[in-house]
């Protein structure tokens, strides 16, 4: 009887100490946001951007909390018509920074190689991109 309360007890224990693991993992920005000339697609924290004739990541996770974030990705700007075969779109290193408040994030770019900055852009959690095709 005493062996089998140990047992109990001692996996009560290893329960409690996984659950504890688990409510301290940090959560991250995940799924679909849009706005005015930008889109954004996250997956683990890293994410997928769209912006009018430009594409982008971001390559660093944002973790899911209200607050400023930075993180470092890539911008490569794209080019009006159809993509003919061996074209290359030049990439350059970029700044992702902003703010979340709730379900909407404000985020401005800066691209490394000119310091030019793009935005700031809002963007709703759930919402399309309202983008605008090259012309």
């Known amino acids: 009887m005493r062996r089998g309360l140990s047992l109990i007890i001692a996996g009560a224990a290893l329960l ?16 679909m946001w849009g706005g005015e000339h930008i889109g954004i697609i996250f997956q683990g924290g890293l994410a ?10 971001i390559d660093d996770p944002i973790r899911a909390a209200d607050g400023p974030f930075m993180a ?8 009006a018509g159809p993509v003919r075969v061996g074209q290359i779109f030049r990439s350059q290193r970029a700044t992702y920074s902003g703010a979340i408040a709730r379900n909407v994030i404000t985020l401005s ?3 490394e190689d000119d310091g030019t900055t793009l935005g700031p852009f809002t963007l709703t ?3 399309p991109p309202q983008i605008t095709r090259c012309l």
């Open 16 to 31: 409690a100490a996984s659950c504890e693991t688990i409510e301290n993992k940090p959560t991250y920005v995940g799924g």
């Open 48 to 57: 997928e951007v769209k912006f009018d004739c430009a594409a982008g990541t």
């Open 72 to 79: 470092k990705g890539s911008y490569r700007a794209g080019a």
């Open 109 to 111: 770019v800066q691209l």
């Open 125 to 127: 959690e759930g919402q």
